[in-house]
């Protein structure tokens, strides 16, 4: 089963949630009781995969459990908070807390969004950047455990991941059946520069390993 298959028609079926598309949009969450140990809280990547003025389905790479309090930033939606409904094989669904004018100009967000489907602005970096419909892989760690994680982004010479665990820089790690090394950290995840150069065609196949 596809990733918006499982994050789509049957967890938004049983209410009336409005205005609801399908989308594939990158942002960044935090569960309030989830820290560090400095006492901070961690920031995971996201993707919104199915949202409407009422919940939003994430696909995400810590789920967190039914109750948690979720604050999330999407991009061009802003800050949405709300607890976990329900959770999901890749990710959670979260109701959104909000005013009802918060609703209203989040409704009118998300009618934007859709009619902008058809208007996306081309990527003109040199290795140009897949966002991969399905984000969800598993990376293998140099002691050879398996954990999931989510793909922000991937080209010829690179994947950039969200994971529960952040590995130094420098460590070679698999990311589906393409290996690299961490090369920086970010603020929700970081970078994998592969040790050989991808062919266009196939790297997002090759990356993504959700089974």
């Not at 079926?13 to 598309?21: K, N, Q, S």
């Not at 999931?148 to 080209?155: F, K």
């Not at 969200?162 to 420098?170: L, M, R, Y």
Request: charge should be positive; proline fraction near 4%; hydrophobic fraction near 45%.
């Amino acid at each position: 089963m596809s990733l918006n298959m499982s994050l789509s028609e049957a967890d938004f079926a049983d209410a009336d949630f409005g205005i609801r598309v399908l989308a594939n949009i990158p942002g960044r969450y935090s569960l309030a009781d989830l820290r560090n140990s400095r006492g901070e809280r961690r920031v995971f990547a996201c993707r919104a995969v199915n949202l409407s003025c009422r919940a939003i389905a994430l696909a995400a790479p810590v789920k967190g459990k039914v109750g948690d309090r979720v604050i999330a930033h999407i991009d061009r939606l802003g800050k949405l908070e709300g607890p976990i409904d329900r959770l999901l094989e890749r990710g959670f669904v979260m109701n959104i807390a909000a005013s009802q004018e918060e609703r209203s100009n989040l409704a009118a967000k998300i009618a934007w969004l859709e009619s902008l489907k058809n208007h996306e602005v081309p990527d003109r970096r040199a290795d140009k950047r897949i966002i991969p419909v399905n984000p969800n892989s598993k990376m293998i760690l140099p002691d050879g455990r398996v954990e999931n994680c989510l793909v922000l982004d991937v080209s010829v010479s690179g994947v950039a991941v969200s994971a529960d665990t952040i590995p130094p820089v420098g460590t070679i790690i698999a990311v589906g059946s393409v290996v690299g090394r961490v090369v920086r950290h970010f603020a929700d995840g970081f970078a994998i520069q592969f040790i050989q150069r991808q062919h266009q065609g196939n790297v997002e196949s090759m990356v993504i390993l959700s089974g």
